[in-house]
């Protein structure tokens, strides 16, 4: 068995050996090093540009994680993640121009001094001399939209005496549009009705940034970060609704509103003390906003109509202090202990009013409703790492993190509850193009603190109650990681995962007390016991320089996800509501060769599990595939011009929503289908550099 698991496993990573570019770095003690000479024929304007061509390297986010703790992110600047949530390490490198690189580490996270770090890590090195900048302008065209011409960034860098400083201001609108019909059927599949509908979404969002770095001839160091960025959502649905035999019989309007601003300011301060060296970690973040959701209809006949409004406004605070003691031991070991402290509050206020169109819409009774929601949570850890043999490394980290809740309204209460968690990582190097990474973990979930606080969905009527007593999951996870490095022929990268998930976060049925006492069954966000995922991801570079097709390359990457957890409501096993299923991306380029010209086009197609309601079931799948192509040229007067077509296959978005009485333990009601379809996309992009 275990021989034939081997021969499989060798013969995948075979199959997979695909070519690569010949950008292949140089193998040195730090690492595979590439250096910005290597990306000449990209004609790079920004470090990101450079670094997403490093064959086989794909950037791993640190979205949703839960402080600073453990290390999400597998980019580093100058060897130091980026003290900041709101702004990521590859933000920072799209506002540095391409000239401020120095070069580019590819290492293993087990090597590094930085807990929750495996696989491959980039470090990107970058100087600063002077002053440069980088800029983009975009314009966005879809069918039955405006344009969209106000897609921007513009970024400035440089150095004064030991301050290396950033600024930066992006603008990035986002249009949204999809029209088409949904058939409404009863149980039995009899139509009872259909409808005619067309959705439009405009967003806009600006943020400005600033960064700032003190790094004198000395120990010390110091970073500040701040930003601050505004949103405005503006969403309409318009549906045409009519009898089997085609009669029209009504109209209704959806429209969604939100105004938001956020801020954040965070830094470290790092200096030796004693035997090792200590950094100082702070950061405050704030977020404000605004929703409004209207919904109007008629009957055709005038006999009937409404004109609902929820109105929500949030506050949300989050504050982090932490604290970082880093050190040397023997045996090329690395020691460090870590405390962080947070403060989270949100704030939420709701009313509900409703009326007809002839009248204006009044507040419902008992409808006024506010929370207040306030986490305070401790974290402590010890990290440890050494080189058990020159061709094998371990990573140990164990803590555990204390957290106190607590909540007014209604049923206000105060919990608190301690949660074990940490990882244990090998880095194995089999020999010089194979490596192995195996890891244990037990992470703890972010809790959302949304999830306390009730939601009405005035378009679908599929309303959330806000639920006290949810508490974060908390996933025992083992991963493998084999990372196979071809030479000239490329590289690919196989993960396989198993989780075993306690306290899953699910929609649940839970007992709602009101202000007078009485009590119901409402669907709200909660805790299942358990929960199990598993799966495999695939990724690598296929590049066809060996072969003789010069400057042609395929990026590829396949995921696949099972999971299974019992369904609150029914007893049954199913997959997690929402969860990923699988997910294929396919991107080629080719860069002409004795030209200024580029072109390519990518394949991309996700599918995901349906989602479970209490008395409903919902699924969304796009088909066929998601596809674009695009032409570039890299010298328009020493401009970078695109252009992106997308939406080569007429995709459309498909939509069934099963509705039960009373529950999903009952009879089918009713059925909602419907197909829209989005049309194709243009998108024009000049940028340069100063």
């Known amino acids: 068995m275990k021989r034939a698991f081997v021969l499989g496993l060798s013969l995948c990573l075979s199959l997979t050996a695909i070519a690569q570019t010949t950008i292949t770095g140089e193998t040195t003690e730090e690492g595979q090093v590439y250096v910005p000479a290597d990306f000449e024929r990209f004609a790079p304007r920004t470090a990101l540009d450079l670094l997403v061509q490093i064959p086989g390297f794909s950037i791993r986010g640190g979205g949703g994680q839960r402080g600073f703790g453990q290390a999400q992110e597998n980019v580093l600047i100058n060897g130091k993640r980026i003290t900041a949530k709101t702004t990521s390490a ?52 879809r069918e039955n939209l405006r344009p969209a011409y106000d897609g921007f960034e513009i970024s400035v860098n440089g150095a004064t005496g030991d301050v290396k400083w ?14 088409g019909r949904e058939n409404i059927t009863d149980g039995d599949g009899n139509l009872i009705q259909f409808r005619e509908e067309d959705f439009t979404s405009h967003r806009a969002r600006v943020v400005g940034e600033v960064g700032l770095v003190w790094d004198p ?107 970082e003691y880093s050190w040397n031991g023997s045996n090329e070991s690395d020691w460090q202990v870590s405390l962080e402290g947070v403060y989270n509050l949100l704030e939420s206020d709701e009313q509900l009013l409703s009326g007809d169109l002839t009248t204006a819409p009044v507040l419902v009774p008992d409808s006024i409703d506010g929370i207040e929601v306030e986490e305070i949570r401790s974290e402590a850890f010890l990290t440890h790492s050494r080189q058990l043999k020159p061709d094998l490394r371990l ?117 709602f007390t009101d202000a007078g006492g009485n009590t119901s069954i409402r669907e709200a966000r909660g805790n299942l016991d358990s929960a199990t995922r598993y799966g495999f991801d695939l990724a690598g570079t296929f590049l066809f320089d060996a072969i003789g097709w010069k400057g042609a390359q395929l990026d590829y990457e396949f995921d696949y996800r099972k999971s299974e957890v019992e369904d609150p409501l029914t007893g049954d096993t199913r997959r997690i509501s929402g969860d990923k299923i699988r997910f294929i991306d396919l991107e080629f380029r080719q860069d002409i060769e004795g030209t200024d010209w580029a072109y390519g086009w990518e394949i991309e197609n996700y599918y995901e599990s349906a989602v479970f309601r209490l008395n409903a079931t919902s699924a969304f799948e796009s088909v066929p595939p998601f596809a674009s192509v695009f032409v570039e040229h890299k010298d328009i007067y ?13 995709q459309d978005d498909n939509f069934t929503r099963q509705r039960f009485s009373p529950d999903r333990n009952g009879d089918l009601v009713q059925v909602e289908d419907r197909s829209r379809n989005f049309g194709p996309i243009l998108v024009m992009r000049l940028s340069g550099s100063f």
């Open 90 to 141: 590859t933000d920072v490198l799209q506002q540095l121009s391409a000239e401020n690189v120095v070069r580019i580490v590819i290492v293993e996270g087990a090597d590094l001094d930085i807990p929750g770090l495996t696989g491959q890590v980039a470090n990107v090195i970058t100087t600063a001399e002077g002053t440069s900048g980088t800029w983009n302008y975009r314009q966005r065209y």
């Open 395 to 511: 990573q140990a980290s164990l803590g555990a993190e204390y957290s106190e809740v607590t909540s007014d309204g209604v049923n206000a209460q105060t919990r608190s509850f301690t949660r074990p968690k940490g990882s244990l990582a090998l880095l194995w190097e089999v020999r010089e193009n194979l490596t192995v990474n195996t890891e244990l973990s037990r992470s703890v979930g972010q809790l959302s603190l949304f999830d306390f606080v009730p939601s009405v969905d005035l378009d679908d009527g599929l309303n959330q109650s806000g639920n006290i007593d949810i508490v974060p999951a908390q996933t025992t996870r083992l991963e493998m990681q084999f990372e196979r490095d071809y030479g000239k022929w490329g590289n690919t990268t196989l993960t396989l995962y198993g989780e075993q998930i306690d306290d899953i976060v699910d929609r649940i049925p839970i007992t």
């Open 217 to 323: 001839e000395d120990s010390r160091e110091a970073s500040l970060n701040a930003s601050y960025g505004i949103r405005e959502v503006d969403d309409e649905e318009f549906s045409n609704r009519f009898a089997p035999d085609g009669t029209e019989t009504s109209r209704a309007i959806f429209t969604f509103a939100e105004d938001e601003w956020e801020s954040e300011v965070s830094g470290d301060f790092a200096f030796d003390l004693g035997p090792g060296r200590l950094k100082l970690i702070g950061l405050q973040r704030n977020e404000d906003s605004a929703f409004t959701e209207n919904f109007k209809f008629g009957a055709s006949d005038g006999s009937t109509s409404g004109d609902s409004i929820f109105l929500q406004s949030i506050y949300e605070n989050e504050s982090i202090l932490r604290g």
């Open 638 to 650: 020493g401009l970078t011009g695109r252009v992106i077509l997308g939406n080569l296959f007429d």
């Open 166 to 179: 950033r600024a930066s201001l992006n603008s990035d609108p986002g249009r949204g549009a999809n029209a």
